[in-house]
C-alpha cells in the first residue's frame, strides 16, 4: 500500500497524543499526578495538540475532505466512522480533565474519575483505529491478531516516554514512569517481532486460483495472468500496488527497533541514575528518537501490505 504521510502523521501523532492522555488520566486515578500549573498546562497542551494535528492531517488523504463529516453518520457498520465518532467523543471528558487539574480552584470537579474517563474514551479510540485495518480482509498484513496489540501497546508506549520527557524537563516527579516506560517499550518491541514474524512465515490463502474461481478442494490449479487488465498505471497500481525493495524493509525495520525501542529504552533505564543535571537531555533525547523509530514502523506498516486485487496483475501472492 502507498504509505501516504498524512495517515502515517495521524497514526503516530494521534497515538502518542491518546497514550499521554491514558498516562495522565491512569496517574490520576492513582492520585500520583503533580498538581503543579504549568506541568498540568504543559502536558494538557501537548496531548490536545498532537491529538488535533493527527486528525486534521487525516483528512488530507480524503478526496474530498469537506465531505469528512459524512462518516460520521456509518457508526452501525464501519470502523472509520466509529473512530470518527470516538475521536470527537474523547475531547469532552479531556477537556473537563484538562479543566480540572489546570484551575482545580476555578473548576470544582472531580480529578480522578475524568481521569479514568478520558483515558478509557483514548483507548477506545485507539481500539476502533486498529480495527479500520485489523477488518480488511483482502489485507493478510492488517487482517491478523497481532494488529490491534499493536495499536494498543504502542500508543500508551509514545505517551509513556512523553510524559516522562516533560516531567523531567519541568522538574516534576511521577513515581514510577520510568520503569513503565522501559516495560512498555520492551512490550512495544516483542509486539512489533510476533507481527513481523507472523508476516515472514506466513501467505495469505488467495491466489489467482482463489482469486478467480478456479480452485477447489483437492485439486491443484496453476492459474497466470496472460496480460494485465490495462497497460498505463492507475490509481489501484499507485495505492495498492506499492512495493519496497526487501533489502530497504530491512534496514526500515533495524531503524525502528533500534531507534524506536532499545535505545530509548537504555537511555530511560540510564536516566534513572545518571545525575539529575543528565535527566532532561537522556528523557527528551530518548522520546525524539522513539518517534524516529515509531515513524519508521509506521511506514513499514503500510508500504509492505499487499492488497489481494494485486493478483489480477500479475502477483503470484497477496
Request: hydrophobic share 55%; proline share 6%.
Amino acid at each position: 500500500m502507498n504509505p501516504a504521510f498524512s495517515v502515517i502523521f495521524f497514526t503516530t501523532a494521534s497515538g502518542a497524543g491518546y497514550g499521554l492522555l491514558i498516562v495522565l488520566g491512569l496517574y490520576a486515578l492513582a492520585g500520583a499526578l503533580p498538581r503543579d500549573f504549568w506541568f498540568a498546562f504543559a502536558a494538557m497542551a501537548l496531548s490536545l495538540a498532537l491529538i488535533t494535528a493527527g486528525l486534521l492531517s487525516s483528512t488530507a488523504h480524503l478526496g474530498h475532505p469537506e465531505r469528512a463529516w459524512r462518516a460520521f453518520s456509518q457508526w452501525r457498520s464501519s470502523w472509520l466512522s466509529r473512530e470518527g465518532v470516538m475521536a470527537v467523543a474523547t475531547y469532552i471528558p479531556a477537556l473537563l480533565f484538562g479543566l480540572a487539574w489546570i484551575f482545580p480552584d476555578t473548576f470544582a470537579l472531580p480529578l480522578a474519575p475524568l481521569g479514568v474517563l478520558s483515558a478509557a474514551f483514548a483507548f477506545g479510540t485507539l481500539f476502533t483505529t486498529a480495527m479500520i485495518y485489523r477488518s480488511l480482509k483482502p489485507i493478510h498484513r492488517w487482517h491478523n491478531k497481532y494488529v490491534v496489540p499493536g495499536y494498543m501497546v504502542l500508543g500508551p508506549m509514545s505517551g509513556a516516554v512523553l510524559a516522562l520527557a516533560v516531567a523531567t524537563l519541568m522538574g516534576q516527579r511521577m513515581p514510577f514512569l520510568a520503569t513503565i516506560s522501559g516495560v512498555l517499550l520492551a512490550t512495544g518491541l516483542l509486539v512489533k517481532w510476533l507481527y513481523w514474524s507472523f508476516c515472514d512465515e506466513t501467505a495469505s490463502p488467495s491466489t489467482p486460483a482463489t482469486a478467480t474461481g478456479l480452485a477447489s478442494p483437492g485439486r491443484t490449479v496453476d492459474v497466470r495472468s496472460v496480460e494485465w487488465p490495462h497497460t498505463e498505471e492507475n490509481y489501484i497500481l499507485k495505492e495498492m500496488g506499492f512495493r519496497i525493495g526487501r533489502k530497504h524493509a530491512g534496514r526500515l525495520r533495524q531503524i525502528s527497533i533500534w531507534a524506536g525501542f532499545l535505545v530509548p529504552a537504555v537511555m530511560i533505564e540510564v536516566s534513572i541514575v545518571a545525575a539529575p543535571g543528565l535527566q532532561p537531555a537522556l528523557t527528551l533525547g530518548a522520546a525524539l528518537l522513539m518517534a524516529v523509530g515509531v515513524v519508521a514502523e509506521r511506514w513499514l506498516f503500510f508500504a509492505e501490505a499487499r492488497h489481494t486485487v494485486m493478483l489480477y496483475y500479475g502477483a503470484s501472492q497477496a
